[in-house]
Antibody, heavy 116, light 112 residues
Framework: QVTLKESGPGILQPSQTLSLTCTFSGFSLSTYGMGVGWIRQPSGKGLEWLANIWWDDDKYYNPSLKNRLTISKDTSNNQAFLKITNVDTADTATYYC????????WGQGVMVTVSS | DVVLTQTPVSLSVTLGDQASISCRSSQSLVYSDGNTYLKWYLQKPGQSPQLLIYEVSNRFSGVPDRFIGSGSGTDFTLKISRVEPEDLGVYYCFQATHDPPTFGAGTKLELK
């Protein structure tokens, strides 16, 4: 059974760096074809794919935020991470991680609010 | 970026009816390997999206056979035969053929 769970700071101030963690089970990021992606959804709005990391450490970033995103992984501890620098109110959203081959499994999401 | 246009925006149905959702892409979604990376997700109220269909017409593990995906190129359809209460929510199409991956704006399926 594959499960994923996101964690984050809850609230942070503009210009700070948002650090998110995805802790998963049921697959390994050292296995060929596996990957973890990050997606966000502002309240009541649509979905935006942010970044991906794969078993071979290949990474993908959405060009609209590329300069602000860093994705990484800790294979030993079954975790993936996303950092977003210089946040502002537009980054307020629920952040999801999705994993597995083709990232079919999603976590429950973590709400992040950027506010002064 | 590839724009996915979903219609209708909302759909009111009676339980047991068939529902049909369209997703049109601004570019062909056929990848260089010959596959078409078009997925359908359902987001139930208060939950994260769940994968229903991948590569146009393949049902994900555990998805009932009343969900049928079809289409090619730029035009895709999700049909739900015999709508049940647990089918209500927002449906999203999603493409991973072109970078960046993009979602449609969603179609809300609700009871009439």
């Amino acid at each position: 059974q594959v499960t994923l769970k996101e964690s984050g700071p809850g609230i942070l101030q503009p210009s700070q760096t948002l650090s998110l963690t995805c802790t998963f089970s049921g697959f390994s990021l050292s296995t060929y074809g596996m990957g973890v992606g990050w997606i966000r959804q502002p309240s009541g709005k649509g979905l935006e794919w942010l970044a991906n990391i794969w078993w071979d450490d290949d990474k993908y970033y959405n060009p609209s935020l590329k300069n602000r995103l860093t994705i990484s992984k800790d294979t030993s501890n079954n975790q993936a991470f996303l950092k977003i620098t210089n946040v502002d109110t537009a980054d307020t959203a629920t952040y999801y991680c999705a994993g597995g081959g083709g990232s079919p499994y999603w976590g429950q999401g973590v709400m992040v609010t950027v506010s002064s | 970026d590839v724009v996915l246009t979903q219609t209708p925006v909302s759909l009111s149905v009676t339980l047991g009816d068939q529902a049909s959702i369209s997703c049109r892409s601004s570019q062909s979604l056929v990848y260089s390997d010959g596959n078409t990376y078009l997925k359908w997700y359902l987001q139930k109220p208060g939950q994260s999206p769940q994968l229903l269909i991948y590569e146009v017409s393949n049902r994900f593990s555990g998805v009932p056979d009343r969900f049928i995906g079809s289409g090619s190129g730029t035009d895709f359809t999700l049909k739900i035969s015999r709508v049940e209460p647990e089918d209500l929510g927002v449906y999203y199409c999603f493409q991973a053929t072109h970078d960046p991956p993009t979602f449609g704006a969603g179609t809300k399926l609700e009871l009439k």
